[in-house]
């Protein structure tokens, strides 16, 4: 959901992408920017005539190199002392049961986007658990 103004309800612009970081407009509100993120895959950007139109990706220059491991992230779920923790799983290509990879776990709450630091992880051999704050 993006909130054009304060006070009026939110407009629903379906972008795909599991985070909006930027939102963009000229003065006649005629063209929108977005920059879209997911886990495993680089910010795109993307543009849409109108606000509630389906916005195209627009070309952009690699923003990392090509031999750069990225990896989708996992949605995982456990519980804790009576709470519901939910958290973000990325596991190099490699692993396996037979091949286990040291995990690095952050704990500072996440949403699911796309992280360099995790793919440089990822490519380094990491496998990589981003925990959301627990709720009841």
């Known amino acids: 959901m993006v909130s054009l103004w304060r006070g009026r309800r939110p ?11 930027r939102v963009a407009t000229n003065a006649a509100r005629n063209g929108w920017l977005f920059l879209g993120s997911s886990s495993g895959h680089a910010p795109v950007l993307l543009y849409a ?4 139109d389906v916005p ?14 990225s990896a989708v992230a996992k949605r995982i779920q456990w519980n804790n002392e009576g709470l519901t ?4 799983l ?24 796309y992280d360099p630091f995790v793919d440089f992880l990822v490519g380094r051999g990491f ?10």
């Open 11 to 21: 407009i629903s612009c379906d972008c795909h992408f599991a985070a909006i970081a």
């Open 49 to 52: 005539a109108k606000l509630t």
């Open 56 to 69: 195209r990706a627009l070309p952009i220059p690699a923003l990392a190199p090509a031999y750069m491991k």
């Open 85 to 88: 923790v939910d958290g973000l």
């Open 90 to 113: 990325y596991l190099p290509p490699e692993a396996s049961a037979q091949n286990p990879m040291p995990l690095i776990v952050e704990t500072n709450g996440v949403v699911d986007e």
């Open 127 to 136: 496998a990589v658990m981003r925990s959301n704050p627990a709720r009841q």
